[in-house]
């Protein structure tokens, strides 16, 4: 199964893929696109750092296609959610989002299973002020709608799971044995 799990920063993904990758070590990880990232930017979290890490997610997706085991943190449909969420804090025009939903609707066409793990006001993970925390709301609220807005026009499942980490690790091994 290809699994990409997707969701704000410090929302849990990290975490869930540990968990799961422990419990199944024959899939391959993909970690966090911004570990890849090449871009001197200074702003991590602008435009140009999102659609960089929205192309190498891409890339890596298709690069990897063959691998029947496959479990990446985060997908191109998180960097066209955090694209959104700029928009909508009015701090860009919004231009690059049409073609990066594009990309993410078509990454997502090879993936079986695609895991939101949205911020959960019962288990919350708190964030410093440095961490943007209104960047890390928008774009919460920008990948369930965006999410919810493509999940007919592509063959993945998506799976929404909340609750506590356990609970979390249960969701996705029971999608996956569906």
């Known amino acids: 199964m290809r699994i990409v799990v997707s969701g704000t920063h410090a929302s849990g993904k990290s975490t869930?893929?540990?968990?799961?990758?422990?419990?199944?070590?024959?899939?391959?990880?993909?970690?966090?696109?911004?570990?890849?990232?090449?871009?001197?930017?200074?702003d991590a979290t602008g435009e140009s750092s999102f659609a960089g890490q929205l192309r190498i997610s891409a890339t890596r997706l298709h690069e990897h296609a063959d691998q029947a085991h496959l479990l990446a943190e985060r997908s191109p449909l998180d960097f066209a959610a955090y694209l959104i969420a700029l928009e909508a804090l009015g701090r860009s025009s919004g231009a690059l989002i049409?073609?990066?939903?594009?990309?993410?609707?078509?990454?997502?066409s090879s993936i079986d299973l695609a895991v939101l793990v949205p911020l959960d006001a019962r288990h919350p993970i708190h964030v410093p002020s440095d961490e943007d925390p209104e960047l890390r709301e928008a774009m919460d609220l920008a990948l369930l709608e965006l999410a919810d807005d493509i999940e007919h026009d592509v063959a993945s499942r998506f799976l929404i799971v909340a609750g506590e980490r356990a609970t979390r690790l249960r969701s996705v091994q029971e999608a996956v044995r569906r």
């Open 98 to 108: 049409p073609r990066a939903v594009q990309i993410a609707a078509d990454a997502l």
């Open 16 to 42: 869930l893929i540990s968990d799961f990758h422990a419990a199944h070590p024959e899939y391959l990880v993909l970690g966090d696109p911004f570990d890849d990232l090449e871009s001197e930017t200074d």
